[in-house]
């Protein structure tokens, strides 16, 4: 197998289960619409939230099975850093932008559910990167 072919593939099994809980949430929030609004909960802002996270972990795996075929070892420190990084600042920042927007109309439980959505994207893309890398360690690369 060539070494394309070989991280399309490392980047699909890293990738998969950050969509299976892309698409439970976003199934959750399309079944569940009804309920979860008389809990004066904002779907638009779980949403949006789940799918900025789940294109940061696109980003992210991207980074991870890049550096794990890096020759330097430092390579996969520095882009699980970085894209740990890249997340904060970019959730940070999206956070600050809604709380702008919304102002006074802003949905405290949608923001803390998102938060939520954050640690579970995140244990998902560090598990997925350290099993890349323990893959490269164990010479299965």
């Excluded at 399309?8 to 809980?21: E, G, H, Y």
């Excluded at 789940?54 to 996969?76: D, Q």
């Excluded at 893959?135 to 299965?140: I, L, V």
């Amino acid at each position: 197998m060539d070494n394309n072919t070989d991280n399309k593939t490392k980047f699909r099994k890293t990738i998969f289960p950050a969509l299976i809980v892309f698409l439970i949430v976003n199934a959750v929030c399309i079944f569940w619409k009804i309920p979860i609004a008389e809990k004066k909960i904002d779907i638009g802002v779980i949403q949006a939230g789940n799918s900025i996270l789940f294109l940061i972990s696109l980003l992210a795996s991207y980074m991870h099975v890049k550096a794990v075929g890096n020759k330097n070892p430092h390579a996969f420190v520095r882009s699980v850093m970085g894209a740990t990084v890249i997340k904060l600042f970019v959730i940070a920042g999206s956070v600050m932008l809604y709380l702008i927007i919304a102002g006074n109309n802003k949905n405290i439980a949608a923001v803390f559910i998102c938060m939520g959505l954050y640690v579970v994207y995140t244990i998902i893309e560090v598990r997925g990167a350290f099993s890349l890398n323990q893959g490269k360690n164990n010479g299965k690369n």
